[in-house]
């Protein structure tokens, strides 16, 4: 799987770029601010229809301007792929996979898929519960359709009733809504809990054996899912996690209507990281934190490989100068046998280093 070509127009700080990369490694060096880490934010929209920096696409577009398109000739699945993306200020936008319309940005995934590594990741140990969420959102909405959509259905009723609870007070009478939005938003849940349970039970094995190499053995690393009490084997199927759900729901009802919130389900989950049997977030260095994260995003990148056949696309935005030197050489010891972009200020150390195409980027446009 691979980008070969890429084209912006009027994407954050582009006017208009156009470039062909390399099928194995990519060098992108140039200043802060100057656009490196928007040309990894493009690729990643192209492979899901999302940002990992925005949740808002009027963002994307350049300012001043009312458009944007965003387009990329990929390769996977041993054929070749045009995908497009046109942006609008006010109107839907318009997804083209061989110019066929697509009915959401999930398509995309089936074609494209990455793994994005920035250096807030770094600190994605220390994060809040929705950090790690987020982390297990993005990589499962690539590769499981039907978990981008329980998960986009499950989000838009979980704002539906977060607003009746909060509007209930002045309108008692949206309270008679919540019943079905309880069934419903359990039913959705059920298959959330169970893609995510099934992830994080892969992803504690990849990422242990990813850390103690990188750690030289000293650490031992394990993750532990965490989702609502009363669902106590949460791979059980669809069936029993629902009514668990549902159980739990329930218990909470009038106690969400006290506090005008949603107080269960599966957008509280959390993915414990213990370093040695110790909680990371409490306990860990920021050597120690630093290393579990990428323990984390390196075993991301096995799963996709080992679910697909084929390694994602991997970028790594301005994430070495993060890491020591023994880091440093281990990521570059793993980074084979995909495609992969690297970002950097200076370009030196890592051409000399990997082979491959180096880009120079300066003011939105590539010298």
Do not use: W
Not at 39 to 44: F, G, S
Not at 74 to 93: A, M, P
Not at 242 to 266: D, N, S, V, Y
């Amino acid at each position: 799987m691979r980008i070969d070509r890429l084209s912006l127009e009027r994407f954050r700080n582009y006017d208009f770029v156009e470039a062909e990369f390399d099928p194995k490694c990519n060098v992108i060096y140039g200043e802060n601010a100057q656009g490196k880490t928007n040309l990894l934010e493009a690729i990643v929209y192209l492979s899901c229809g999302r940002s990992p920096r925005t949740r808002g696409d009027r963002e994307l577009i350049s300012f001043g301007e009312k458009d944007a398109a965003l387009r990329g000739a990929v390769f996977s699945r041993d054929r070749d792929f045009q995908l497009e993306v046109k942006l609008c200020q006010g109107r839907r936008r318009r997804i083209t996979i061989n110019k066929v319309a697509a009915k959401a940005g999930g398509e995309l995934s089936q074609v494209l898929r990455t793994v994005f590594f920035c250096p807030e990741d770094l600190y994605l140990i220390r994060a809040g519960a929705a950090e790690r969420r987020r982390f297990l959102d993005q990589s499962l909405c690539q590769l499981r359709p039907r978990y981008a959509a329980a998960l986009a259905e499950y989000n838009r009723l979980h704002e539906h009733k977060t607003r009746i609870l909060r509007d209930s007070e002045e309108k008692p009478d949206l309270l008679k809504a919540l019943p079905e939005f309880n069934l419903r938003m359990c039913q959705c849940g059920a298959v959330v809990i169970g893609y995510r349970a099934q992830y994080c039970r892969r992803l504690d094995e990849y990422a242990a054996q990813a850390h103690g190499e990188c750690s030289g053995g000293r650490e031992e690393l394990s993750l532990q899912y965490r989702t609502v009490s009363t669902v106590e084997d949460p791979e059980a199927g669809d069936q029993a996690v629902f009514e668990a759900l549902l159980e739990h729901q329930k218990r909470h009802a009038q106690a969400e209507i006290a506090a005008r919130q949603c107080l269960t389900g599966p957008h509280k989950d959390d993915v414990e990281v213990f370093l040695g049997g110790r909680s990371a977030k409490q306990f860990a260095s920021q050597g120690q934190t630093r290393t579990a994260a990428l323990a984390m995003k390196l075993a991301e990148r096995e799963i996709h490989r080992n679910v697909t056949g084929e390694y994602p696309v991997l970028l790594l935005d301005d994430v070495l100068s993060e890491l020591d030197p023994k880091r440093q050489e281990y990521v570059l010891n793993r980074i084979s046998g995909g495609q992969v972009f690297i970002t950097c200020c200076e370009d030196d150390r890592l051409s000399s280093l990997l082979e491959g195409k180096v880009f120079h980027v300066r003011e939105g446009r590539i010298l």
